[in-house]
C-alpha cells in the first residue's frame, strides 16, 4: 500500500513563491513515478510535472510550468518537492501528488505523468493554494 501526504499549501499574492512537498511511504514498486497535478472543483486533472524516482528524469507539462515551478526529489527521504515561483490567480487549485508504476517500460518523466491514474496508483488527499 502506497501513502502519500502533501503539505506547503497556503494563500499568497499575485507574484509570490510557494514549495510543497509529499513524502511518500510504502510499496516502492508503485511509486517509481511519482505526478504534481491541481485540480479546482469541477475540473479535471492539470497535470504539472513528474519525475521518475530512479534517475530523477522530470517532465513538465507547459513552458509556463516550467518556467516558473521546479519539481524535485529527496530520495533518500522519500519526498517529492514542487517548488513554485510567480504564482499567478490561475494557479489557485487543490494540489495532489500522485504515484504510479513504472509499467515495467518508463524510465522519464514523461511516461510517468498518468502512471497515478492506474489501477494500482494512488494520490494524496492534497494541500491547498490560493493566488490573490
Known amino acids: 500500500h502506497v501513502q502519500l501526504v502533501e503539505s506547503g499549501g497556503a494563500a499568497v499574492e499575485s507574484g509570490g513563491s510557494l514549495s510543497l512537498s509529499c513524502v511518500h511511504s510504502?510499496?516502492?514498486?508503485?511509486?517509481?513515478?511519482l505526478t504534481w497535478f491541481r485540480q479546482v472543483p469541477g475540473g479535471d486533472d492539470d497535470v504539472i510535472a513528474a519525475?521518475?524516482?530512479?534517475?530523477?528524469?522530470?517532465?513538465y507539462s507547459s513552458s509556463s510550468y516550467q518556467s516558473r515551478f521546479t519539481i524535485s526529489q529527496n530520495e533518500a527521504r522519500d519526498t517529492l518537492y514542487l517548488q513554485m515561483t510567480d504564482l499567478k490567480p490561475e494557479d489557485t487549485g487543490m494540489y495532489y501528488c500522485g504515484a504510479g508504476n513504472d509499467a515495467g517500460r518508463c524510465n522519464g518523466g514523461f511516461c510517468c505523468r498518468y502512471q497515478y491514474r492506474s489501477r494500482s496508483g494512488h494520490r494524496g488527499q492534497g494541500t491547498q493554494v490560493t493566488v490573490s
Open positions: 519525475i521518475y524516482r530512479h534517475g530523477g528524469n522530470v517532465w
Open positions: 510504502g510499496d516502492s514498486w508503485n511509486r517509481a513515478c
